[in-house]
């Protein structure tokens, strides 16, 4: 017995998915979501009479630093 299976759509719905807008980066303002992150971090370092931090984990060292 064969099933028909289908792995990647037809060519209609693949070339409406490639042309279609998938993400809004275009309405994003990147130096406003930088600015924003470091200055959460920092509230959060005074509030806790912190003078530094230590980040290990890379996904706290992009969203502080965005590196």
């Known amino acids: 017995m064969r099933f028909k299976r289908k792995i990647a759509p037809d060519t209609k719905s693949k070339s409406n998915f ?3 807008k998938r993400f ?21 370092l005074e509030k806790n009479n912190l003078e530094a931090c230590i980040l290990f984990d890379p996904v ?7 590196t």
């Open 24 to 44: 809004r980066e275009d309405e994003i303002n990147f130096d406003k979501l930088r600015s924003y992150r470091l200055d959460r971090v920092k509230k959060e």
């Open 60 to 66: 706290n060292v992009r969203y502080a630093l965005d």
């Open 18 to 20: 490639i042309t279609k």
